[in-house]
């Protein structure tokens, strides 16, 4: 099945994955002009209607960029749609994006069919984030576009299926459009999705070592000196398994190697207070760190995969 032709033609196979708190128009407007798909939760604007103006501001300065670079126009960006029941903001959050027309649209933590035939209506893609591929083929079976493997070793709400497992069973069925989401933060990392059957890799920790991120100094300065080791996988915080770094327990005043288990009455995946204090204590990152040493615009750090993933390349044809 061919690439949607939003997706085609990408100067560098990458969507940057849409980090909760931290992604602002600043980081996905800077990834998108250097040539990935940039992205960021809607659930980020806070208040609600700050979402209006974000996309304004996205839609309008990559749209001026492209006029003033035909050559090189921008990569299109996308908005993240949290559509388990506890966002309450749903509804409001894609009207919106109906509204400004959002090239792509990644949802999490369920799969609707309403949202999709939304966004459909205008003509945008819906990429879908599982964990495994029964919930793969429930996103496709409900009209998902394509699919975003988060594998383990991701970020955030992590599986716990190897990639190479992952992505096998996905394309024994799916041909469409397939993202790989796992401790991918080189560009070596990047062309071995590509050969392991994606058709993107999915980036996100190293994105918030960037400048543009909204992430604090200390969140950043962690990450450049932590490597896989340094991540725990927990559900305590949100309810559902998860990826954090361990300084930051240690941080908050507890054990990494002793937490206890999560309650669920507690679970909150609609951005509230309480998801909103969980991720600005405990910070999310995946096991592909190691690769990131500096804090660095995010013009540099894509600068950086795009070379490493070029080199690659040429190594395997040498």
């Not at 496709?140 to 992590?158: N, Q, R, T």
């Not at 990392?189 to 100094?217: K, W």
């Not at 327990?249 to 507890?254: H, P, T």
């Amino acid at each position: 099945m061919p690439l949607p032709p939003v997706l085609q033609k990408l100067p560098l196979p990458i969507i940057g994955s849409p980090l909760f708190i931290i992604s602002n128009p600043r980081l996905v407007i800077e990834q998108c002009k250097a040539g990935v798909v940039g992205s960021m939760p809607a659930l980020n604007a806070r208040p609600a209607s700050q979402l209006d103006e974000w996309l304004a501001e996205i839609t309008e300065t990559l749209a001026a960029h492209n006029r003033d670079h035909p050559q090189q126009p921008a990569a299109p960006f996308a908005i993240n749609q949290i559509v388990h029941k506890s966002n309450d903001r749903l509804e409001h959050d894609l009207q919106l994006c109906v509204k400004y027309k959002v090239p792509i649209i990644i949802t999490s933590l369920g799969a609707r069919t309403d949202v999709n035939d939304a966004v459909h209506g205008y003509g945008g893609v819906v990429l879908h984030d599982i964990i495994n591929n029964s919930f793969a083929r429930k996103a496709i079976e409900k009209g998902a576009d394509g699919l975003i493997a988060v594998a383990a070793g991701a970020g955030g709400h992590a599986g716990t299926t190897s990639p190479f497992a992952l992505v096998q069973e996905i394309r024994e069925w799916f041909d469409g459009p397939l993202a790989l989401s796992g401790a991918i933060a080189s560009g070596r990392a990047v062309l071995a999705a590509q050969a392991m059957g994606a058709d993107f890799a999915y980036v996100g920790s190293a994105f918030i070592a960037t400048e543009e991120a909204r992430a604090n100094e200390g969140y950043k300065q962690m990450i450049t000196r932590s490597t896989s080791q340094d991540i725990v996988y927990s559900s305590l915080f949100t309810g559902v398994h998860g990826n954090y770094l361990r300084g930051s327990i240690v941080n908050a005043g507890l054990d990494p190697d002793h937490l206890p288990e999560s309650d669920p009455s507690k679970m909150d995946f609609g951005g509230g207070e309480g998801a909103k204090k969980a991720w600005k204590d405990i910070w999310g990152c995946g096991q592909g760190i190691g690769a990131v040493k500096d804090v660095v615009p995010a013009r540099v750090l894509i600068e950086r995969l795009r070379r490493e993933y070029s080199e690659a390349k040429q190594h395997l044809c040498a």
